[in-house]
């Protein structure tokens, strides 16, 4: 991490004016390495704060550090962005249920997962949350997702597995790696180099197609619907429009 940040302290830019936007990232592989990809010279620059975990641990994380940064300050009884600070602090993490039976979940870890969002929000910081995983948003760029029908993550990591198990005109490094017998999307393209190499490249194209998934998701679910609940669902598309507004 930088130890100078050239924080934009205000929503107005030239035409030259880098904007820089911190991610707490739930893991330290898979969403640097794809948040990497979207920093452009001179107009968008992307910090890292990785390995930052879940729900209620990434947004106490994000505020120790905001603290300790002057990025926040004490107010009200909580928490709150210090008056100019850009608005471009995001928090990345997944719902991650415990267990595969949507009527066994935990009502704790539940209600953990909702409050986070809604305290983030309260500070000032916005969320990028995913419901059940962030590779529900990789899966969005290659296929539909039933809006409304709860899907646990297994779901969409033998969906990916599928899916470039079979993807036209592979490379022969990629053959190598989807044709292994075992080949299981978690196990293979979770590994660092191997996403930058074979998945990453495969997304830019198919942008646009997520886009539109991810929010047929979204309106699957009225406002009062507890994010929990919101099931699939993912913001990272409201991230990714956000990166793109200051190119």
Not at 196 to 213: D, E, G, H, T
Request: some cysteine; overall charge negative.
């Amino acid at each position: 991490m930088p130890d100078a940040w050239d924080l934009v302290l205000t929503e107005e830019r030239s035409a030259d004016t880098t904007t820089t936007f911190i991610f707490f990232c739930e893991d330290k592989v898979n969403e640097p390495a794809y948040f990497h990809s979207f920093q452009r010279d001179k107009k968008v620059k992307i910090n890292f704060v990785e390995d930052q975990k879940s729900d209620y641990t990434n947004y106490l994380n994000t505020i120790k550090y905001c603290l300790d940064e002057g990025l926040m300050q004490p107010i009200a009884g909580g928490y709150q962005l210090t008056p100019g600070i850009t608005q471009n602090i995001w928090c990345i993490y997944d719902r991650d249920a415990e267990v595969q039976n949507q009527e066994a979940l935990n009502p704790i870890y539940q209600i953990k997962f909702s409050t986070a969002i809604q305290t983030a929000q309260a500070a000032g910081l916005k969320v990028a949350w995913s419901n059940d995983v962030f590779e529900l948003w990789i899966l969005l760029h290659f296929e539909d997702v039933t809006p409304g029908q709860w899907q646990h993550r297994r779901y969409i990591y033998d969906r990916l597995t599928v899916i470039f198990q079979t993807l036209p005109m592979q490379s022969p490094e990629m053959q190598v790696v989807t044709g292994n017998v075992h080949f299981d999307y978690k196990e293979a393209m979770k590994k660092k180099q191997n996403f930058i190499s074979f998945v990453r490249p495969l997304l830019p194209p198919r942008q646009s197609n997520a886009i539109q998934r991810a929010l047929a998701l979204e309106t699957a679910f009225l406002d009062n619907i507890p994010y929990h609940d919101r099931n699939p669902s993912t913001k990272i598309y409201e991230l990714i429009r956000c990166i793109e507004s200051f190119y």
